[in-house]
């Protein structure tokens, strides 16, 4: 197309979200995509990539690449970028500890740059029962360590493992000697829906809104048979805690670390996992191997796993220690904090939050806008009716506890309906690591100018969550699983 202008990317930068002509780019070609976004059938989720490459946005839908898109995309070609303009470049400045972290994709929403933390958009949540890797949410303490596969070693050690008999092991010795397993499993924050909390009262920590979670499907081998392989008795009452150590390390050379029971240790369901839905894990989640501890915090799930210790003690990680548990409302700021007086987090509380629709959303009454996509049970339910409100999210709790149902209200709790439910068929309501994801078709009230949503879940023990923070807020924002609410305006 030699008859199109060339634009350099600093043009293209500005027709983003919100300007006058929105346009794309799709590897070397510009698109004006303005007046395509209501026929895309993705809805607005095209805009995300509005004032740049739409590259890694096509990379987690397939659909994207076929011929009938590469025509409608043709037909928005507007010009093409300057090939003599080269290609933004990420200069290592040997100063930054984090100038070699990796590069990261554009839709997650980032609530620290460095160390790296982000969530998952919550508008593409919705689209896969299992995160895509480059989607799922990320919470590093440190810069990413530089691993090499073939020099990672695992090192196990301690009590019960005996003197002499502790071993290094590769990550193709460890793929070689023990049987491979695969868990789908949650991964979330101690601290996710923290801002949620802050509009209680004032937390500290970072402000994660309520997507700081996320499912994979994790493969590799089981803690257990490595522990006992090396002669660990599943009995010795001498072990309580497994430690874990991670390749990140602070200023001070001192890693990442974290312990659980050892107990939990020696359950099937914990992992040394090498792969993260079927690919090697992503530098940001642990690459080379990372410790998967289905039903457990986040913290806990120890990336770039190092090092796996048998102790009569909890590991004395800052991020076990003083970090990652949750004080009574009674502890206020500015007292100081006995940490000793409360155990560190282990298995999550139940939780559930919305993903759709964002809070502020205008509702039309009489033309119910469909949610795009999503996975597959969901999909199939058959959306939208007029005069209701389509809401989607995720429910999960900790301890394996199976997600028993999903209600949903649309006046602030007063009314109650039951949501669908999408669920991995594979586990069981007593060992459900994955989440819950969940839909609902909720009619709007008569007369309403807006709508009060507020979802609530109930796990396979009756648990449920509570009613708003005033009960568990804490000075640290840890655990907030009071009902999720999402305001909406109607219209018409
Ligand atoms: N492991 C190491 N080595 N370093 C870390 O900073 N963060 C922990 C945990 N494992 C962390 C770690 C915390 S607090 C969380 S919530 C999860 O990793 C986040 O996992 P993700 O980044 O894969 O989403
Ligand atoms: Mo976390």
């Known amino acids: 197309r030699v008859d199109l202008p060339v634009y350099k990317r600093e043009e293209v930068k500005k027709h983003g979200k919100g300007s006058e002509r929105m346009w794309v780019t799709y590897k070397m070609g510009v698109y004006d995509i303005t007046d395509f976004v209501e026929?895309?059938?993705?809805?607005?989720?095209?805009?995300?990539?509005?004032g740049g490459a739409v590259d890694p946005f096509w990379a987690l839908y397939a659909q994207h690449k076929t011929i009938d898109v590469m025509e409608v995309l043709e037909g928005l070609r507007v010009g093409s970028l300057d090939p003599t303009e080269p290609a933004p470049v990420h200069t290592a400045d040997a100063s930054d500890p984090f100038s070699t972290d990796p590069p990261?994709?554009?839709?997650?929403?980032?609530?620290?740059?460095?160390?790296?933390?982000?969530e998952t958009p919550p508008s593409l949540m919705m689209d896969n029962f299992r995160t895509p890797n480059d989607l799922f949410f990320v919470r590093n303490h440190?810069?990413?360590?530089?691993?090499?596969?073939?020099?990672?070693?695992?090192?196990?050690?301690?009590l019960g493992v005996g003197e002499g008999k502790e071993v290094d092991l590769s990550v193709a010795e460890l793929k070689k000697k023990y049987k491979e397993h695969y868990v789908t499993s949650v991964v979330q924050c101690g601290g996710n829906r923290r801002a949620d909390m802050q509009k209680f009262k004032k937390v500290a920590g970072l402000m994660w809104e309520?997507?700081?979670?996320?499912?994979?499907?994790?493969?590799?081998?089981?803690?257990?048979?490595?522990?006992?392989d090396l002669g660990v008795d599943p009995a010795d009452e001498?072990?309580?805690?497994?430690?874990?150590?991670?390749?990140?390390?602070?200023?001070?050379?001192?890693?990442?670390?974290?312990?659980?029971?050892f107990e939990k240790a020696m359950s099937p369901e914990v992992i040394i996992a090498y792969q993260m839905n079927d690919e090697d894990i992503p530098a940001d989640h642990g690459y080379p191997l990372r410790c998967i501890v289905p039903g457990v915090v986040g913290a806990r799930q120890v990336k770039w796993l190092t090092l796996v210790r048998l102790s009569d003690v909890e590991s004395p990680s800052h991020f076990q220690q003083k970090d990652y548990r949750a004080f009574s409302p009674s502890v206020q700021h500015g007292e100081e904090l006995d940490w000793n007086s409360v155990p560190s987090i282990q298995d999550y509380p139940i939780q559930s939050a919305f993903?759709?629709?964002?809070?502020?959303?205008?509702?039309?009454?009489?033309?119910?806008?469909?949610?795009?996509?999503?996975?597959?049970?969901?999909?199939?339910y058959s959306f939208p009716k007029d005069g209701t409100v389509d809401v989607a999210g995720y429910a999960w709790s900790g301890g394996g506890r199976?997600?028993?149902?999903?209600?949903?209200?649309?006046?602030?709790?007063?009314?109650?309906?039951?949501?669908?439910?999408?669920?991995?068929?594979?586990?069981?309501?007593?060992?459900?690591w994955a989440w819950t994801l969940f839909r609902a078709s909720i009619p709007i009230p008569e007369g309403a100018q807006t709508m009060d949503l507020v979802v609530k879940a109930t796990d396979r023990s009756y648990n449920t969550q509570p009613e708003t923070a005033a009960g568990i807020w804490n000075i640290r924002g840890l655990l907030h699983n009071a009902w999720h609410h999402v305001e909406v305006k109607i219209r018409g």
């Open 355 to 380: 993903c759709l629709p964002a809070s502020g959303t205008t509702v039309d009454r009489d033309s119910a806008t469909s949610l795009p996509f999503g996975p597959v049970v969901l999909a199939e």
């Open 39 to 50: 026929s895309h059938p993705g809805g607005d989720k095209i805009l995300m990539a509005a």
């Open 210 to 228: 309520g997507y700081a979670i996320s499912n994979a499907k994790w493969t590799g081998v089981r803690l257990r048979d490595i522990l006992i």
């Open 402 to 432: 199976g997600i028993i149902r999903v209600e949903v209200s649309p006046d602030g709790g007063e009314t109650w309906y039951s949501a669908e439910m999408e669920q991995d068929p594979d586990q069981n309501q007593d060992k459900m």
């Open 142 to 158: 440190l810069p990413v360590p530089k691993t090499d596969v073939e020099k990672h070693r695992l090192r196990v050690e301690g």
């Open 104 to 118: 990261r994709h554009p839709a997650l929403i980032v609530n620290n740059p460095k160390p790296f933390n982000a």
């Open 238 to 261: 001498r072990i309580k805690h497994v430690h874990l150590e991670g390749a990140d390390v602070d200023p001070t050379g001192k890693p990442y670390g974290a312990s659980i029971p």
